[in-house]
């Protein structure tokens, strides 16, 4: 089974730029987490949906994050625009409820904004 | 609100020997559960146990054992006979039980072990 598929891996952008960073999550899952590690602040959750339908956003750090989740396949996380400070390693996550109970991760998106 | 407190930033040790590795949690939940992953150098989560809050047992996988005390909050993570190889990130984390809410993770304990 193909797990939860994130893209670009790694992406070098500069200050300013417009950043997407894209997951697939697993099939039949119904569930999404976006998550950002950081050495300061650690895993944090960002933002996550039910369904497909945002349920707690109030992670986005500000109004230059914002996060869509079309269908039950596909999100994206967007930066716009970017600054240094959104470096980070982004993990995106899925789980279908009542399910297995845990969270399948990523391989995360190592982002560095120069 | 959750939380996942693990006090040890650091630890290093050398190969062979036992390591512990603390977590204490608050929640106000009946129902929970608590996780231990794993973040080798490459950088991914690996999971390595969930343990539903209703079952106290302690679990043994190999040279990992995972002792969970409600009346403590705690969930202690063991790794018996450590190797290189376990030097790593260890997080705990907690949910609640439906599945579809997001883990509260902990900051992380970073493992060395030495040859």
């Known amino acids: 089974d193909a797990g939860v598929i994130q893209s670009p891996r790694h992406e070098v952008t500069e200050m300013g730029q417009e950043v997407t960073l894209r997951c697939k999550p697993i099939?039949?899952?119904?569930?999404l987490f976006w998550y950002r590690q950081t050495m300061m602040r650690g895993l944090e959750l960002l933002i996550y949906?039910?369904?497909?339908?945002?349920?707690?956003d109030s992670g986005m750090p500000e109004d230059r994050f914002s996060a869509k989740m079309p269908n039950a396949s596909f999100s994206t996380l967007k930066i716009q625009p970017s600054e240094p400070r959104d470096s980070a390693v982004y993990f995106c996550?899925?789980?279908?409820?009542?399910?297995?109970?845990?969270?399948?991760f990523g391989p995360g998106t190592r982002l560095t904004v120069l | 609100a959750q939380k996942v407190t693990q006090a040890q930033t650091e630890i290093s040790v050398v190969e062979k020997e036992d390591v512990t590795l603390d977590c204490v949690y608050e929640?106000?939940?009946?129902?929970?559960?608590l996780f231990w992953y794993k973040q080798p150098p490459s950088g991914e989560l690996v999971f390595l146990i969930r343990?539903?809050?209703?079952?106290?047992q302690n679990e043994i996988s190999g040279r990992y054992s995972w002792n969970f005390q409600k009346s403590t909050s705690s969930f202690n993570f063991t790794i018996t006979a450590s190797q290189v190889v376990d030097s790593a990130v260890y997080f705990c984390a907690l949910s609640d039980t439906s599945g579809n809410t997001p883990l509260v993770f902990g900051k992380g304990t970073r493992l060395s072990v030495i040859a």
């Open positions: 343990r539903n809050s209703f079952d106290e």
């Open positions: 099939s039949g899952h119904n569930s």
């Open positions: 996550a899925s789980s279908r409820d009542r399910g297995l109970i845990k969270e399948f």
């Open positions: 929640t106000r939940d009946t129902t929970y559960y």
């Open positions: 949906f039910n369904n497909n339908v945002p349920i707690d």
